[in-house]
């Protein structure tokens, strides 16, 4: 699995930022889970779906933000 960005930290606060994964090995189609973490905890975004692209917005800033995929 990779996962890539359309832009780079830092952004302005309100820019919607959307994150790109590509999956390889077993079987297709596959599914994605989006995960954000705060700096303190892990929350799902979106739960498991086939859409391998997923747009955020950040409500605040916080550069303790971390976006992963599973």
Avoid: C, E
Avoid at 23 to 45: C, E, I, M, N, T
Avoid at 56 to 66: H, L
Wanted: proline share 6%; no cysteine; aromatic share 16%.
């Amino acid at each position: 699995m990779t996962l890539s960005a359309d832009r780079t930290a830092p952004q302005v606060r309100g820019t919607s930022i959307t994150f790109t994964a590509v999956a390889s090995g077993g079987k297709a189609p596959y599914q994605y889970r989006w995960w954000k973490h705060d700096g303190a905890r892990w929350q799902v975004l979106r739960d498991w779906s086939t859409s391998r692209t997923f747009t955020w917005t950040p409500p605040t800033a916080n550069a303790a933000y971390r976006i992963n995929v599973w």
